[in-house]
């Protein structure tokens, strides 16, 4: 069983920086991808940052230039570096892990529908004021 726990959320004014945590345990040995995604109040949750089962990275093009995907693979943690926050990446954020049957037909993780998902964290909290 797959368990995702994000830490690191909180409140921030516009310019200021987060970074996100996602401790993993209980990862397949199968090819996998992990990703970070976000929901704001009212809006479908969307993807903003991978690594991909290839090992490439992408990046929403929203957030492209501002924020850094990264992991330890030691600590088998997943980490979002956030920087130049602005009141639109205001949302809840959540950690995800996909293996190869649900990234099949995808180029990107963060093309993949999130109902399709099925290993996600509890979410933290991201609030940015301006």
């Known amino acids: 069983q797959v368990d995702l726990v994000e830490s690191g959320g909180g409140s921030v004014q516009a310019g200021g920086s987060l970074r996100l945590s996602c401790s993993a345990s209980?990862?397949?040995?199968?090819?996998?991808?992990m990703a970070w995604f976000r929901q704001a109040p009212g809006q479908e949750r969307k993807g903003v940052a991978a690594?991909?089962?290839?090992?490439?990275?992408t990046y929403a093009e929203s957030v492209k230039g501002r924020f850094t995907i990264s992991r330890d693979n030691a600590k088998n943690t997943l980490y979002l570096q956030m920087n130049s926050l602005k009141p639109e990446d205001t949302a809840t954020y959540y950690c995800?892990?996909?293996?190869?049957?649900?990234?099949?037909?995808?180029?990107?993780?963060?093309?993949?529908?999130?109902?399709?998902?099925?290993?996600w964290g509890q979410g933290t909290l991201v609030t940015v004021s301006s």
């Open positions: 690594f991909e089962r290839d090992g490439r990275i």
């Open positions: 209980g990862l397949p040995h199968s090819k996998i991808a």
């Open positions: 995800a892990a996909a293996s190869d049957y649900v990234l099949n037909g995808f180029d990107s993780f963060l093309s993949v529908p999130f109902a399709a998902v099925d290993a």
